[in-house]
């Protein structure tokens, strides 16, 4: 007898993922904002960076230039 398969949840996203990005880097900025001065705020803000270069690279890749290239 074989085990069941797990389902996988499917979620349609209703903001794109630049979108969604954008605003986690937001939240992580102002997370940081709020702490004193130390190591836990600058973690935040290496998260909110990487967060925006996320974004700006899934722009990237779907811009027309990077698209045509594929053809």
Sequence with gaps: MEPKKKRRRR?????????RL??????LRKQAAALAP???????????????????????LRSPLTLATEE
């Design 22 to 27: 954008l605003k986690r880097a937001e939240q």
């Design 38 to 60: 130390g190591i836990q705020g600058e973690a935040l803000l290496e998260l909110a960076r990487q967060a925006e270069a996320g974004a700006s690279m899934a722009e990237w």
């Design 11 to 19: 979620i349609a996203q209703t903001a794109t993922l630049e979108d």
